[in-house]
C-alpha cells in the first residue's frame, strides 16, 4: 500500500464528522454480541485494504456491527464476509476461504475492499449527509488506485450510493439500474457490476448462492 493510501486510512480512522455514527459505534463496541463478549473491538470507522495496483475494487454499503466494527477489516469476522471468501477463493482472488481477523494470513489477489460507508449505521440506514461526509475517502481511494478497471457493487444499496456519487462527476446517459449480474460501462472506462449482497438472509433464501456470486466474480475476471 503506498504512502497515500496509508496516509488517508489514518484520516479515515481518527474521523469523526458524524455524532450519530460515532456514538453508535461506540454502542455496539461497548454492548457487544455475546458470543463476542470477551474480545476487545475495534471500534472505529474501518478503512479499505488491498494493494495499490488492484484491478477490481470491491465495494459494500458499510462495514458490519459484529464483522469490521469488531475485527478492524472490512468483511471480516461475520457470515457476510465468509460467504464471499469462500466464493473469492474458489476462483483463485484469495488465497483462503475465510476472513476472520486481522493478521488471520488472508491474501487477496488484485482486489482492494472497502465501503461506501466506513461506519455502521443504526438499522443498516445512513443519513445523505453521512454519505455525503464520506463520499471524499471513497473518492480518494478510486483515485488512488490507479489501475482499477471493474468495480463490484454488492446490493442494491451500494450499487445506487456508487452510481449516485459517479454522476457528480460524470455525465451517464444510459438508463442504470441495479440487477443482478449485469455490468455497465462507465464514461471514465470503468465497468461496473451489480450483485446480489453475500448477506446470510440473501443465502438462506436462495436468492443468491455460490454459484451465482461465482459465475460474476468469473465475469470480472475475464476482463482483468
Not at 77 to 91: A, I, P, R, T
Not at 135 to 146: A, G, P, R, T, V
Request: overall charge positive.
Amino acid at each position: 500500500m503506498d504512502i497515500k493510501l496509508n496516509s488517508l486510512n489514518k484520516t479515515i480512522v481518527n474521523c469523526k464528522k458524524c455524532p450519530r455514527l460515532v456514538n453508535f459505534v461506540k454502542k455496539v463496541s461497548k454492548e457487544k454480541r455475546k458470543q463476542f463478549i470477551n474480545e476487545i473491538y475495534w471500534g472505529k470507522p474501518v478503512t479499505g485494504f488491498g494493494h495499490k495496483d488492484s484491478k477490481l475494487m470491491i465495494i459494500g454499503l458499510a462495514p458490519a456491527a459484529h464483522g469490521g466494527t469488531r475485527t478492524g477489516r472490512a468483511f471480516t469476522g461475520d457470515k457476510s464476509g465468509d460467504f464471499l471468501f469462500s466464493c473469492m477463493y474458489d476462483v483463485n482472488l484469495s488465497n483462503q476461504p475465510y476472513s476472520k481477523k486481522l493478521n488471520d494470513g488472508l491474501k487477496i489477489k488484485s482486489t482492494y475492499m472497502t465501503n461506501v460507508l466506513k461506519c455502521v449505521p443504526p438499522e443498516d440506514k445512513p443519513s445523505n449527509i453521512e454519505i455525503e461526509n464520506c463520499s471524499n475517502y471513497f473518492n480518494n481511494e478510486i483515485k488512488n488506485l490507479k489501475k482499477l478497471k471493474i468495480i463490484l457493487a454488492l446490493g442494491k444499496v451500494a450499487f445506487d450510493n456508487f452510481i449516485k456519487n459517479y454522476k457528480k462527476k460524470y455525465s451517464i446517459k444510459e438508463k442504470v439500474k441495479f440487477e443482478h449480474g449485469k455490468k455497465y460501462l462507465l464514461p471514465d472506462g470503468k465497468i461496473v457490476f451489480s450483485c446480489y449482497h453475500p448477506s446470510p438472509r440473501n443465502v438462506n433464501t436462495g436468492l443468491l448462492n455460490k454459484e451465482k456470486m461465482k459465475k460474476v466474480l468469473i465475469s470480472i475476471k475475464k476482463l482483468l
